[in-house]
């Protein structure tokens, strides 16, 4: 049982990727329409058109689309490690729990390399990782002192 979960915490990264990855194409190709507008705009021979086209650019109005597909990727990343930090076994010890979020790193950097998440950069994934493996972490600590607390109050309410 302990095997399938190591490898249900290695595997579901990658399955995130790809998820993320069909889920959000039509998004992408609008996005690249949207820069490939802007793009020609600026390519423009008349001097206004030309004026405006790198103002929006400048101000972030040409790419929007492609601005929120960034923070859209990089939010799903420490968002998917704190959930799949909930996979990890409640009755781990902590030897066991470091060696799963060790797996959980691995299935994202893993992920990350087969399918990747949009346009980010290793440096802005390794980022990303690791606020989620803190998020995973406290996910972890607020979960085992929930249950903790509930036992002591069902206990208390037995006597």
């Known amino acids: 049982m302990i095997a399938f979960r190591y490898l249900l915490v290695f595997i579901l990264p990658t399955m ?34 030309k004026k405006q086209a790198l ?3 400048g101000t972030g109005e ?4 492609s601005t929120k597909l960034d923070r859209f990727f990089a939010a799903a ?3 998917g490690c704190m959930v799949l930090a ?6 781990a010890k902590p030897k066991r729990i470091i060696d799963f979020l060790t797996i959980l790193f691995c299935g994202f950097c893993v992920a990350f390399w087969l399918i ?3 346009r980010m950069e290793w440096f802005e994934f390794g980022l990303c990782l690791l606020l989620g493996m803190a998020l995973a972490a406290v996910t972890l600590l607020v979960r ?5 607390t509930s036992s002591q109050y069902q206990s208390n309410q037995t006597l």
Do not use: C
């Open 16 to 49: 995130l990727a790809v998820a993320l990855e069909v889920a959000t194409s039509s998004m992408r190709i609008e996005a690249f329409h949207e820069a490939v507008k802007t793009i020609d705009l600026t390519f423009s021979k008349d001097a206004e058109i």
């Open 55 to 57: 103002e929006s650019i």
């Open 62 to 65: 040409g790419t929007k689309l």
């Open 77 to 79: 990343v420490p968002l």
């Open 86 to 91: 909930l996979a990890i076994p409640m009755q």
């Open 116 to 118: 990747g998440f949009y």
């Open 144 to 148: 085992t002192r929930l249950i903790n």
